[in-house]
């Protein structure tokens, strides 16, 4: 069973750096279009950056010049480097990712979700 994991959340001050990392687990042929949203508490979750198979990136207005969402096809991995932070960075963040299997001879591609990984900034 195709699941994603993240992970690199935690505690920092504002001003502070953290590195998130996004990835599938079980059989998975590749990793295609994957997208790093939020969810501020009381808010609705919002997308803050995605990149596409061939490197695109987009950001939320927000983000721009302090987050740096990049990715390891090799690995199948995606990273969300998150520098500048702010107290209204944080939130649970989320990964997204666009994973094609192989399974009974074809190909299937779905969205799956992670389980998030919490994001607190202190002022």
């Known amino acids: 069973q195709v699941q994603v994991v993240e992970s690199g959340g935690g505690l920092v001050q504002a001003g502070g750096s953290l590195r998130l990392s996004c990835g599938p687990s079980g059989s998975v042929y590749s990793l295609h279009q994957v997208g790093w949203y939020r969810q501020a508490p009381g808010k609705q979750r919002e997308l803050v950056a995605d990149?596409?198979?061939?490197?695109?990136?987009t950001y939320e207005d927000s983000v721009k010049g302090r987050f740096t969402i990049s990715r390891d096809n090799d690995k199948k991995m995606v990273y969300l480097q998150m520098n500048s932070l702010r107290p209204e960075d944080t939130g649970i963040y989320y990964c997204?990712?666009?994973?094609?299997?192989?399974?009974?001879?074809?190909?299937?591609?779905?969205?799956?979700w992670g389980q998030g990984t919490q994001v607190t900034v202190s002022s």
């Open positions: 990149i596409t198979r061939g490197g695109i990136a």
């Open positions: 997204k990712a666009r994973i094609m299997i192989y399974e009974s001879r074809h190909y299937d591609s779905d969205d799956y």
